[in-house]
């Protein structure tokens, strides 16, 4: 029954925000049928489309499993952002040495490096100085965040990792390493089968690790109360530097993913935003890594859905974003459901009792 | 002079039979063009936008014009969405920015019935792709000679002593750098002990930031901004109005920005290059291969000059251009440090 | 005599309890009204229903004759009820001059804080409840953070009181001063609901008592001609022992000793100054004393939450001071926490999570890091059913069982564990007298099995009734040790307040 | 020296000012219980409806009236759902920044077309304040700036009066820290929550009107760039406290004017920019230290009832 709840829910909720979207679209002069419609097979609509779909959640899947194991260890990681460029460079910086190693090594190492350069960066200054000086983890997260997209920018922009010639990005990284990717089915998306492997790998060890292992244990007992932590003998300030360094090792796992599935090589543009799209995927998922799957596949399916809604309904980007801005907010504010339910009931309750009193 | 494409065929290609447009417009067949921006957006005031407007322009001259937008959030985005109006069989795609460079020749492969342009970057060898090169050193060039000028010799009212103009990049990325060392060189071809202020914003979307780097230049003596940084850029000729000194546009003519101010702009018709390959497709003259656009057929250039300057600054502008055209000046594209 | 306020048939259901399942009241003007029951009855429910902070799922309340129908705790204190709340209502950032007349603030839109300040003092002198109107609540202690509490009702001069086992935390002196507060209201004619599990301050304060059971009020009695053992009774529905029998005591070798320790408290004041004291296997040794001077700290310290700053802790012959908690619970040291909630479990947790807390990294509860939940509930079953936690039910959240259950979860993890020392602070803090007996016949048996138990509690009875030696701890010193036989409250009473013992020996 | 150059100190005050409106605003948000990430978006709001205001009207000051009430009125909405749905905080502010950098870019496309607002929109007047501008060497920070700068200080001196020294700010700081407590005493939880709320909003459209309308006159797209966000972390930095908000607003602001100052001498622009955040974190690491969040924040309530 709850977990019943727990899935209708967001889904009514989310219909309410489109109905309300509907509205505001059709208000501007667009045909909200056909809006939504381009949404839709934009998101499914062949198997193409669907592969994109995937595509985009996988990112947002990685990096908020992290952010899911952050906030259930009380720790709030803003700065995943940071952490997934930063493991993405790593990722691309092994990538392009080493050629001499066989591939699957080669691919190996990229990810471990994405792995660990995400969890120094996020274990390290706002892990530690959070333990042992309470240094508040947002401020510290969300400024390394933007140190290492200076950084990144720094590498490529004229600084060691940019590629000879003028344009600044890096060299791409060796072709064994690249994924490949399905070579029937999602044709002509970047999906590959290893970065879909990769991930549910992901979900499955965050979920095993959360809720299997003592170190989950752990974590949560910290996260929840960390009084009561310390009286169980587990030493809080470890976890807390563990519990941000796991959450940049997601990350940083996203960029290497990112990186070795799609991108193949740093590029400037650095406006992906996967860091704080993935905070609102971990909490819609209310930090169980199961349900992570879920909502970020359903913001997967509003990415690429709404860059097919332009193309389709010749919709401008800004109303994508509009409209996804309200379904976020409405998904929030799911709970408003029963409690209309149940302000209905209540009332109807006591109509029903008026006349018998 | 707005940004104008009103006259749409001044800037003609390199190698389009040009005479053609008033029969094709009579007869043109429908073709479906679809533009992807890179992660700037429309919004950039910049390419991306000129990109945009060369469009329309094409969509309102041209019959039978059918047009789309996609901006992309991420570098992710590139491929998805070249390759979303590829399979929707549109018959130009065309890609802003060097940025996807790689996307567009992964897409342009698998789908070799649709035209690509790629703008910013050149591609060649693909049949199907055709990419616009803009010399933007040399609009920066000239720009620069003007600011030399204005400056050595006291041209407008409340130039100072300090022989020092600013410059406010967006980003060290190519097309910004190539403004920057043109503006450099041609400065100092006027005034070789001049100083040029350079300084990066890292966004091309903050107008307060831009207008704070741009009080910084000024405190340090600088009257002339030249700031090559999108939107951020509108804000360090704000700040140059607000501070009664000189500012230098970029991209299109700015001078609607602060009349008075902006003495002129560095010009790259980016509506240009996307109108007249958008024309190419229809008549079927579609050329792979690079197009280089440049002084020699006014794809780069100048705004006209702000009102009382004399005709001295005009002329020099002029030989500079001739010298450039000939060859005798090579303009470089690396900002000198 | 007329009725001030009268419950009529009140129901007051929460999804899946009853918590109030046709209560009925009358309380009189001028009287004394004792709620009694057991933990989890139904008597909080009841007060806050009254108090506006919970609505009644049917039936009504009146007050003076008219119905009321409050809508939150405004209308209420607009109607004249006051409540001292049984779980502080208390903003620990503000001060304490702030927390009493927030909501009735002096001044206009600038707050008043120096009258504020004189407000609290002259109310804190009058009513013989020493406080410092500047200090912030959060750092006080839980005894004093009563205070406020009791402050905070008395400031909105109510038309009636309601008392919510307000002296759980005060000293006996405390209690008396109450006391007289409580006289002198009724002698004005103020009606106050008294809740305690405490039967003789019941007996002795009380002019009648109404006893809920299960939600429901059983009988309403007068006090005189009621004796604790019929009370009890009543409550529990059931005969109580309310003395524990406790076999003489068979002492062995030292279990713990603690050697000149000195501990700062976590807000870096130094709590024990040079503590000495030894445990025997098969001794209860009770430490007495008044809130704050130490003794809290003390247990921290030998449990491994508090750095010792100097001296020695020797379990079992074998140093321990500079071992870790886990390390400590591995020897074998059980600690219930003073404060059941913040310390002593998760609440988010269910109960299996929560009895394998201290154990969750041995076996069988997990091996090579890996939990075994199946490991952990059936031994949360066993617990359970031992120690009679209601609801029983392992995955229930611990948050969701009353104080007394929670207590029992805490207690039962403790023991269970096959401790060679136990250290108990305040372990029937706001229990039932069943319950109490229930948790003091836990402490016998340990101790009658050859384990060391160390004892603290405000509470002198409890002391008395249980220790084989006691400690008096005063401003982190220990001033005497007492045998448990001949000790007297009078004797300790005055240890307690820094007078050393004639015939002590430490 | 740099710091012989006053410029440097007009430029951290004005740098300052954008990061501390919100940041205040976010600590009345967070005072009375509720996480406020959205400032951000309802900065875009105010930023764009100040310029649009201004320009409709003509007068510059009905534009900075025209934020303030949008920006109230978009924190209405996140107060909603935070208070009367208990939907998660920091979703609600994400959605709202999301959707406020849609809309406002939307607006801007539709109204003014995608070559920015118009030129001619009135921005809000520039002052001196005579005779302290002619202090030498620090006289700069008073000379020219913004009148939001001026209107910006007395309001954050202001605000700080109010929380710690009226009743009202009593209440507020009292619901934030146990809802509970305060409802047992007849304060009313949910309406000043509400207040607080809309009173961040209000702050934060004037630290977004005061980059549109304040030192320029214009809008473009995301012209807030992450200011919202700094401002979150300046509020954090400064415990919850508009002084302390302000003090942090004034560090980034420096640090920031250094970065721009640094310029020009051959270090790459990218590890200039670090500095301010370096710094921040430095500064939160040797000085600060812990900055514990008022017991409630974020945590909805629900009398139950
Ligand atoms: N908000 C609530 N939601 C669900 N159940 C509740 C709630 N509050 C109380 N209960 C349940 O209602 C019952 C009565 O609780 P109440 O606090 O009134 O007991 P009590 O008589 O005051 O006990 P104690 O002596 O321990 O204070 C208990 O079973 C308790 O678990
Ligand atoms: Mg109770
Ligand atoms: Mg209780």
Redesign the interface.
Known sequence: MKALQSILLPVAASLVAVVIGGILVAA?GYNPVSVYGSLIS?AFGNL?NLG?TL??SLPLIIIGLGIALSFQSGL?N?GADGQYWIGATAAVWVGYHFTSLPGWLHMLFCLAAGMIAGAIWAGI?PGL?KAF????E???T???S??AI??A??LI???PMQEKG????SPLIASNTQFPYFTQGFM???LSPISMAIAALAVIVAWFLL????????L??VG??P?????????VKLHIVLALALSGLFAGLAGAV?MLG????L???F????G?TA??VA??ARNNPLAVVISGLFFGAL??G???M???S?V?????????????????????IP?VIGWYRRRRSLRAQTPAS | AGCGTNNSSSGTSTQNSGGTSNSTSTTGKTIKVGLVTDTGGLNDNSFNHLAYVGMQEAQKQLPGIQTSVVQSQSESDYVPNLSHFAQDGYNLVIAVGYLMADAVQQVAKEYPKTHFLIIDDSITGIPNVASAIFQSQQAGYLAGVVAGMVQKDHLLKNINNHNTVGVVGGQEIPPVDSYIAGFQQGFHSVDPTGKVLIEYTNSFNDEAAGSQYAQNEIAQGADIIFPVAGGTGIGSIKAAQSAKVYAIGVDTDQSYLAPGTVITSAIKRVDTSVFDTIKAVQDGTFKSGVNNFDLSNDGVGIAPLISGLPSSVMNAVNQAKQQILSGKIQVSSTVQK | MDTVLEVVDLKKWFPGVKANDGVNLAVRAGEVHAILGENGAGKSTLMKVIYGLLEPTAGEIKLFGQRAQFRSPRDAILAGIGMVHQHFMLIPALTVAENVVLGDEPGGIRFNRREAVRRVRELSERYGLAIDPNAKVGDLTVGLQQRVEILKAFYRKARVLILDEPTALLTPQETRELFNIIRALKAEGVPVLFISHKLDEVLEISDRVTVMRAGKTVETLDTKGATPQTLANLMVGREVVLRVEKPPMKAGSPALEVRDLRVRSADRHERVKGVSLTVRRGEILGIAGIDGNGQFELADAIAGLLRAEAGQIVLDGRDITHLSPAERTELGIAYVPQDRQLDGLVLSFDLADNVILRDFRRQPFSRRGILNRRAAESYAKRLIEAFDVRPPDFRRKASELSGGNQQKVILAREVSRDPLVLIAAQPTRGLDVGAIEGVHRQLIRLRNEGKAVLLISLELDEILSLSDRIAVMHDGEIVGVVDGEGATREQLGLMMTGQRAKEGTA | MIFSNPEIWALTLSMAIPLALPAVGGTFSERTGVVNIAMEGIMLIGAFFGVAFSYWTGNAWIGLIGAIVCGALTALALAWGAIHVSADQTVLGMGINIFAAGLTTFLLNTLFGYSGTPVNTPKLPSLSIPGLDRIPYIGVIFTNQSVLVYIGIILIFLSHWFLFSTRLGLRMRSVGENPLAADTLGIPVWRLRYLGVILSGVFSAIGGAYLSIGILNGFTSNMTSGRGYIALAAMIFGKWTPLGSFGAALIFGFSTALGIVLQGHGVSSNILQMIPYALTILALAGLIGRSTPPAADGIPYEPRR
């Open positions: 501007l934009g193409g994109n595509t985009a709030f803003i200054v100085t000086v309470g240094a508040h947002v401020i510290t969300m400024m390394m933007y140190i200076l950084f920018r720094y922009e004229g600084g003028y344009i600044p990005q002509r998306s970047q809720y299997k292992t003592t170190l989950g244990f752990s949560r007992s929840l109360n009084r009561a932590a310390k009286y169980a003998g587990i030493r990112q799609v991108d193949h090589q590029l400037d543009g406006s992906s935003n996967y704080y905070i609102v909490l819609l990415t690429t709404g860059q097919n332009q193309i389709a010749n401008p980007a800004s109303l994508t974003n509009v409209l996804t801005g309200l379904i976020i907010f409405f998904v929030g504010c799911e709970r408003i409690q």
